[in-house]
């Protein structure tokens, strides 16, 4: 009976003991977890500084293609990256003081002539889909002082310094994506015999192979679209000029530039401006304006874009043409 009990409680004693793992698993299960909040936190703190050197990265891929022409032209790789640099943010401000200087023309013609513009429109609506809308009184609601128009923008005075405090953010994350991007270019074959140095003489040519191939097709892009961009902006001119919308230069190089280098909504909002500007003169040009931008739209989604960028990127026309 005694060794009966003696067996019975051993058993019971080797069942509740816990297992040698146990105690390691639960460890390694808290300095995960530790881990991963710690991993998060810096990313968190670190994301703006990535996205710029993403971003860096991006524009010396881009630029390179260009600068090593003209280092091989005789130029030194520094003033090459300089002047490539130069015309790069000349065209950006010149593009960006032309569409500045439209816009504040046409704002401040708007506020001049509110008037005029709401009788018209007015007189549009009425005589086009027969309502009765009384322009008299939208044009007392709008002059209003103490109205929902006047109180907007009274509320976006406000909003000046914060604006002003969002330029200077944007103008030191431009300081900083130039200065990241003068290194990747300038130094960029150095940067490769750099990280090569450490590698074995297979795992060079891949990562050789694949650098430049990242080079040669994100030069490519560029130019495919810069191209798309060209064209764009001189069939968008030939009709701005023809029905008489202002500045037609400014908003062809706007509708080319938008639709081409911002994706999926490009489109959209490149029309956006001057179609409002041509509905300011006159709500059928407003009309030619859409039509005609939905229209080259198509036929350079399925006639124009797929033979550039076959042509710049070398890849086979049916992807070509799903990647418009």
């Avoid at 609506?125 to 209003?144: E, M, P, R, S, V």
């Avoid at 080259?296 to 033979?307: D, H, S, T, V």
Wanted: proline content about 3%.
């Amino acid at each position: 009976m005694d060794d009966m009990s003696h067996v019975d409680s051993g058993d019971l004693s080797s069942q509740e003991k816990m297992p040698r793992w146990v105690p390691r698993a639960i460890l390694l299960f808290w300095l995960g977890f530790l881990a991963a909040l710690v991993a998060r936190e810096m990313f968190h703190q670190l994301s703006n500084f990535l996205v710029l050197l993403l971003i860096s990265l991006f524009f010396a891929l881009a630029i390179e293609p260009v600068v090593n022409r003209l280092a091989a032209r005789g130029w030194s790789r520094g003033s090459a990256t300089v002047a490539m640099l130069l015309a790069v943010y000349l065209a950006i401000i010149s593009f960006s003081a032309a569409i500045g200087t439209l816009v504040a023309t046409q704002a401040r013609d708007l506020l001049d002539n509110r008037d005029q513009y709401v009788g018209d429109t007015v007189s549009f609506l009425n005589d086009t889909f027969g309502t009765n809308i009384d322009a008299q009184q939208w044009i007392d609601t709008i002059g209003d002082p103490d109205g929902s128009v006047q109180n907007f923008f009274d509320s976006q005075q406000d909003r000046v310094l914060d604006v002003s405090l969002g330029a200077l953010s944007g103008l030191l994350q431009v300081f900083g994506i130039t200065l990241f991007a003068f290194y990747l270019i300038s130094d960029g074959p150095r940067l490769r015999r750099v990280i090569c140095g450490r590698l074995s003489a297979e795992r060079q040519k891949v990562v050789l192979a694949v650098w430049n191939l990242a080079i040669e097709k994100t030069g490519g892009y560029i130019y495919s679209r810069a191209l798309l961009a060209a064209i764009s902006a001189f069939f968008h001119w030939i009709v701005f000029q023809t029905i008489g919308t202002p500045a037609p230069v400014a908003l062809a190089v706007w509708v080319g530039l938008i639709s081409q280098f911002l994706p999926v909504i490009g489109t959209y909002l490149a029309g956006l401006l001057p179609t409002l500007l041509a509905f300011l003169d006159s709500p059928l040009k407003a009309l030619v304006v859409i039509v005609f931008i939905a229209v080259y739209q198509q036929l350079e989604n399925f006639l124009l874009a797929p033979k550039i960028t076959a042509r710049t990127l070398e890849l086979h026309a049916a992807v070509a043409f799903g990647a418009a």
